[in-house]
Structures are given as structure tokens and as C-alpha cells.
């Protein structure tokens, strides 16, 4: 059932092309373990064994605060359609924001989503597939229009403020570095 490979190959590639949806999961060493669904165009290839996606405004910066004490990261896209099949993507993340020096190249990968706070890269160790055979099947009806007109009415500003408020700390105390301290 499950096979393991150490890099995505270009059927994989397609098969996360199509999916509109995608889930993230990190932990650090204490406390809670995060699972995240993740959506709109946030998500890019950059090459077999390397991929990064928007990290969008949220009430939480879990993702971020774990990667900052335990760099792992596993990625999973499923299957809703006919054809069942799994994927995830076990790597190791990093946190990239707007102040970094690699943020312009990061990117210039995506396409601009009001709402973006900072970008995640994933070297990938390993990618498994398995097959999804009791995963329900769904149908995909629209993106959800709601943190871009969120992000535009509080503007840049009103944002930032937010993440000041929302998003320096985990739920469990642990920093996210998002904003310079």
C-alpha cells in the first residue's frame, strides 16, 4: 500500500497541481501538536526535493513558532476526486519573512495574496503515497474569498498590528520571530 521515494517525480508533481487544499503538520519537542489545512494558490514546486508555500494571516503561528524549535514538517495533499491517493511530504521547514534577504527571490514564485505574514521552504526527506481508498469523495465548489478582504480592510497597518497582537507566540508561549523583538 504506502511506497516511500526520496523526491517528488513528475506524476506526483501534477497531482499536486490539482489539489486545491493541503495540510500541514509540526510539533515541537512539548505541547500541542499543530495540523493546519491550508488553501487558495499558496503552494509551489520549486524542485523535487524543495517546495514552499504562502503562509497566510491566522489566529495561531504554530507552524512557525514549531519550525523555530524542531525544523520538522510534514505536508499532506489528498485526494477528494475519483482517483484516490494520499501524499505526504516529510521535511525539514524554514521560516521565511519579509525581512530576510531571501524573501524577493521566495516570492517571486507566487502570485501576491493580501494576508501573506511569511513564506515556508521544505527540504524534503522523504514523500510517501498511499492509497485513500475510505477517503470520502468531494467536490470542489469555490476558494474562499474571506482573509483577502479581511487583510485589504484592515490594511498593511492593521495587519501588522495584528500579528503584534496574534501571532509573536504558539499557543504554548513559544515565539514565532515574526516580528523583529
Known amino acids: 500500500m504506502a511506497k516511500f ?18 495540510f500541514t503538520a509540526t510539533a515541537a519537542a512539548e505541547g500541542r501538536v499543530n495540523l493546519s489545512p491550508k488553501g487558495l494558490d499558496s503552494f509551489r514546486i520549486l524542485d ?5 508555500y504562502l503562509d497566510l494571516t491566522g489566529s495561531g503561528n504554530e507552524t512557525a ?7 520538522r514538517i510534514t505536508v499532506m495533499f489528498c485526494s477528494f476526486d475519483e ?35 511569511q513564506i515556508i521552504k521544505i527540504n524534503i526527506s522523504s514523500v510517501q503515497t498511499s492509497c485513500g481508498y475510505a477517503v470520502p469523495q468531494y467536490n470542489f465548489v469555490d476558494d474562499r474569498d474571506i482573509l483577502r478582504r479581511w487583510a485589504e480592510k484592515k490594511g498593511a497597518e492593521g495587519v501588522q498590528q495584528y500579528w503584534q497582537d496574534k501571532n509573536q507566540h504558539s499557543i504554548d508561549g513559544l515565539p514565532t520571530h515574526l516580528l523583529q523583538e
Request: hydrophobic share 40%; proline share 5%; charged share 30%.
Open 5 to 22: 521515494t526520496d523526491s517528488l517525480d513528475t506524476k506526483l508533481c501534477d497531482f499536486i497541481k490539482q489539489q486545491k487544499m493541503f
Open 48 to 52: 523535487k526535493r524543495t517546495v514552499a
Open 65 to 71: 513558532a514549531h519550525i523555530e524549535c524542531n525544523q
Open 83 to 117: 482517483k484516490p491517493l494520499i501524499l505526504r511530504l516529510y521535511g525539514e521547514g524554514h521560516v521565511i519573512h519579509f525581512r530576510d534577504d531571501d524573501w524577493p527571490v521566495m516570492m517571486a514564485h507566487f502570485e501576491p495574496i493580501a494576508g501573506v505574514r
